[in-house]
């Protein structure tokens, strides 16, 4: 049975650009959440879909946006990428209280 | 800002030592949970501990629960060079949603 899987593992942009990360959830999962990790922090949580709809955010702006698929699969987009938002980008599924993550997607804004 | 907050920032110990992590936590929860991060990697899930325990253990793992000091500790027991990694207490509110609010976490050094 696979685990969360993310891609791209690693992934460079520019001021201004925008970017598209992908989630596929642990099987039997449907629920997935996105966060945001900044080198010697925890993870800040983004936001969360459920049954394809946005069930809840954290303080973002709504550069981040996501989506979910009917295969419960999902993608989180930045627009108008900024420095600060270079950053290790989380996600997790769940089907109840645990979470278990994927590796990460490493986003570099030069 | 943060829910769960790690003590110590960073601890470093002999293969063999007992690691002890704490962490504290502000609002009211259902259920608290500790995580492990290799090298800024996914983070691994260790432990969940509920709201109506108080102990719980998982081979060299052992978490405690004091609801009334919103305070958990994790404790490993004769750990490995291997165990060197993050460890990180997260908590989801009690309303049911299930987002996990993270503390910066503890940085553990294991020395072979």
């Known amino acids: 049975d696979a685990g969360v899987t993310q891609s791209p593992t690693h992934l460079i942009k520019t001021r201004g650009q925008q970017v598209t990360l992908r989630c596929s959830p642990k099987?039997?999962?449907?629920?997935v959440s996105w966060y945001q990790q900044a080198l010697g922090q925890g993870p800040q949580f983004i936001f969360q879909?459920?049954?394809?709809?946005?069930?809840q955010r954290g303080n973002f702006p709504d550069r981040f946006s996501g989506h979910q698929f009917p295969n419960y699969s999902s993608e989180l987009n930045v627009n108008a990428l900024l420095l600060g938002d270079s950053a290790l980008y989380l996600c997790a599924s769940s089907q109840g209280d645990t979470q278990y993550f994927g590796p990460g997607t490493r986003l570099t804004v030069l | 800002s943060q829910q769960g907050e790690e003590d110590p920032q960073a601890l470093s110990i002999q293969e063999g030592e007992n690691a002890t992590m704490n962490c504290s936590y502000k609002t009211s929860i259902n259920n608290l949970q500790w995580y492990r991060q290799n090298s800024g990697r996914g983070l691994v899930h260790l432990i969940l501990?509920?709201?109506?325990?108080r102990e719980k253990h998982s081979g060299r793992l052992r978490v405690t629960l004091d609801t009334s000091k919103k305070s958990s500790s994790l404790l490993i027991t004769a750990s490995r060079a291997a165990d060197t990694a993050s460890y990180f207490c997260a908590t989801p509110p009690d309303t049911g949603r299930r987002a996990l609010t993270f503390g910066s976490g503890t940085r553990l050094q294991v020395q072979p």
């Open positions: 099987s039997g999962h449907d629920t």
């Open positions: 501990i509920r709201s109506n325990e």
């Open positions: 879909y459920y049954e394809e709809e946005e069930r």
